[in-house]
């Protein structure tokens, strides 16, 4: 199959957003006769083509994985599409930015139409529900490696970035924690036979395969909150970006950490913190914000049907880590990678 007709065949898709034009509709039809970001073409030409409106800023993420690193080559094709998008979808939302559209870039090392037609369905599915279109891209031949480039919007002055932590703030996360590293270490060939799964089990690998970042919830943080990142390589080394950044320390309450009753059946309720604190692939929303928010964010997130809790204070100096008080010694490394012991 020539790389056209591949593109033609498997990555060219119609979409129809216009049943939530009222919240999303950068990417709706209707958006053409608005003052909102929008594509204004997308497949077909050299370049996608957006119109950016002046009091809005465009972001973008880009994100490469690896087969046997991100994902393993045997898991379904649909599964690997949706967290492929899911990563990227998760650093705009933790920009508190609106998804405008996205490429693809793939590598195969042949073609299989079974898998690429699983592939298709995956990427279309997972486009759908994070509302954002595919508008271009690349294949080519060689080891299976994906990588997506999406770009969102944000009206200016309303960011989530990592270096406007203050002291005093309130540390919130999204979610549970935890539970897509803990699946990594669940036998493969089980997880692959999903009648072997037990109910426990089954939480874990969907939060592994099919994480939902709070794009909503994030968004409207925006007026709440102005710092904030996603959790992908583990919750302590992500707070730890935003001390870095920010300059400032941070106090961290181990037994405030949101674990679910399906990772402390799996792990055990002493393991569960572990993995909750340096898991990583979580792909939930951390952030800080001012203490006298806390009854608008609790509110917010009722509204949205997002789990958020409040784990922690932005201090003056160095990351603490305690539990009940006292310190609390981590037994798990966060994911970095080049690094050897990962």
């Known amino acids: 199959m020539a790389e056209f007709d591949l593109i033609e065949r498997y990555f060219t898709f119609e979409y129809d957003f216009s049943e939530d034009s009222k919240d999303t509709?950068?990417?709706?039809?209707?958006?053409?006769?608005?003052?909102?970001?929008?594509?204004?073409?997308?497949?077909?030409?050299?370049?996608?083509?957006?119109?950016i409106p002046s009091k809005y800023q465009l972001v973008t993420s880009t994100d490469t994985l690896v087969d046997g690193v991100h994902f393993f080559s045997d898991l379904q094709p649909e599964l690997i599409a949706h967290k492929a998008l899911a990563a990227n979808v998760s650093d705009l939302a933790a920009m508190g930015a609106r998804p405008l559209a996205f490429t693809l870039s793939i590598s195969l090392p042949d073609v299989s139409e079974e898998w690429l037609e699983g592939f298709s369905t995956g990427i279309k599915r997972a486009s759908e529900t994070f509302n954002i279109p595919l508008v271009g891209g690349d294949t080519t031949q060689g080891p299976l490696n994906i990588n997506i480039t999406a770009y969102g919007t944000v009206k200016k002055g309303r960011l989530l970035e990592r270096d406007k932590a203050q002291l005093g703030d309130d540390i919130w996360v999204t979610g549970h924690l935890g539970e897509a590293a803990a699946a990594l270490e669940l036998n493969q060939k089980a997880l692959e036979n999903k009648e072997t799964l037990s109910t426990s089990e089954q939480v874990l690998w969907d939060a592994l395969t099919k994480p939902k970042p709070p794009l909503k919830f994030a968004r409207k943080l925006t007026k709440l909150s102005s710092c904030g990142l996603d959790i992908s390589d583990g919750l302590a080394a992500d707070v730890g970006h935003i001390l870095?950044?920010?300059?400032?320390?941070a106090t961290l309450n181990v037994e405030l950490l949101p674990v679910s009753d399906a990772l402390k059946t799996v792990v055990g309720s002493e393991q569960a913190p572990q993995y909750a604190l340096n898991g990583g692939d979580d792909y939930q929303l951390c952030f800080t914000a001012p203490q006298n928010n806390r009854d608008k964010i609790n509110k917010l997130a009722a509204r949205q049907g997002v789990k958020a809790s409040r784990i922690g204070t932005i201090t003056d100096n160095g990351l603490k880590v305690l539990l009940h008080g006292k310190p609390f010694k981590s037994e798990r490394k966060s994911w970095q990678h080049f690094n050897s012991d990962n």
Not at 32 to 44: A, D, F, L, N
Not at 244 to 249: L, M, P, Q, T
């Open 25 to 51: 509709s950068a990417n709706s039809p209707s958006a053409e006769s608005s003052k909102k970001p929008h594509v204004v073409k997308g497949i077909g030409d050299d370049c996608a083509i957006f119109e």
């Open 244 to 249: 870095k950044k920010s300059r400032c320390g």
